[in-house]
């Protein structure tokens, strides 16, 4: 997959693309990613990317001329590319909305600013927006990077053979169950003594349970979204009632 970010802060990209799974997927090939700086497309001798809103108000806005003229360069003729900008105004982003761009080719992100962009940027460049929550950025950098960084754990070969994206919370829709390492008993405290068991279906279960009931207590409306067998509904009622 190629990835390109618009942005005016490009410096604010380095760190988390040069760490991690994210730099192995860089240094295998199965991911690049260019950052674009939105200034480098301006003309003027000041470089001006933004303006003061017409009708007047409070804040700055961005331009439309540079954000076009940054996507123009880089969009390829022909293709459906998503052309997304990161704005609290966007739908809400989910482990299922990266999993649908997960399967594109190509993404373009474009960063926006939290007091605007130019309108004519979501009526006639962009086809998506996407927000990360209901809480205020002061711009779209650490939205995309969240973005990014979800979409790109997702793509064949990234994590490795040894673990699945797939077993992950809210893939199935339930959040975690609990995770213990050794040593079995510390400060007084032990691991649950069915881990210790070795019975794997025992296992399998108890972490279902666990699962579901941890999900019950902290995000109880994910389970009205969630694949659940007749069974599982069953424990979920019994666990209700106690
Ligand atoms: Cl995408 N941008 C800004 N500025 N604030 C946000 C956001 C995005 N998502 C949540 N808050």
Redesign the pocket.
Known sequence: MHIDILTLFPQMFDSPFSTGIFKRAIERKLVSVNIHNIRDYTHDKHHTVDDYPYGGGAGMVLKPEPIFEAVESIKPESGEVPIIL???Q?RL?SQQIALELSKHGRLILIC???EGVDERVRSYLVNDE???????????EL??MVVVETVVRLLPGVLGSEVSPLDDSHVAGLLEYPQYTRPAVYRGWSVPEVLLSGNHAQISNWRHEQAIIRTLERRPELLDKANLSEEERQLVNKLKQS
């Open positions: 990161l704005t609290p966007g982003f926006g600013r939290y996407i927000s990360i929550g209901d809480y205020v950025l002061s711009g779209g939205a995309a």
